[in-house]
């Protein structure tokens, strides 16, 4: 059964950090290229970061310089990085496989205030 459980999102003021986690099983994780993935209320689902099976990285023009996405295959785990927070980094995210095929986890809830 594949599960994705997305974890560390919380309330932060504008300038601070976060470290999000999504442990993934139930899949070879190592194969697959992964990403991230923020949803705000009233809007669609966006791409923020990716990383393919070998660590090569691509990000959202508007989180670039600030949010770094990295794996860890010995844990089925990848990480966003989230420093220099702002108000419009609120959002629900989200991890899944770069191409989003895998069934969607819960999400966890990353708030900016200003």
């Known amino acids: 059964q594949v599960r994705l459980v997305e974890s560390g999102g919380g309330l932060v003021q504008a300038g601070g950090s976060l470290r999000l986690s999504c442990a993934v099983s139930?899949?070879?994780?190592?194969?697959?290229?992964m990403a991230w993935y923020r949803q705000a209320p009233g809007k669609q689902r966006d791409l923020v970061a990716g990383?393919?099976?070998?660590?090569?990285?691509n990000y959202a023009d508007s989180v670039k310089g600030r949010l770094t996405i990295s794996r860890d295959n010995a844990k089925n785990t990848v990480y966003l990085q989230m420093n220099s927070l702002k108000p419009e980094d609120t959002a629900v995210y989200y991890c899944?496989?770069?191409?989003?095929?895998?069934?969607w986890g819960q999400g966890t809830q990353v708030t900016v205030s200003s």
């Open positions: 990383i393919s099976t070998g660590g090569n990285t």
């Open positions: 899944n496989a770069r191409s989003g095929w895998l069934p």
């Open positions: 139930g899949i070879i994780f190592s194969i697959n290229s």
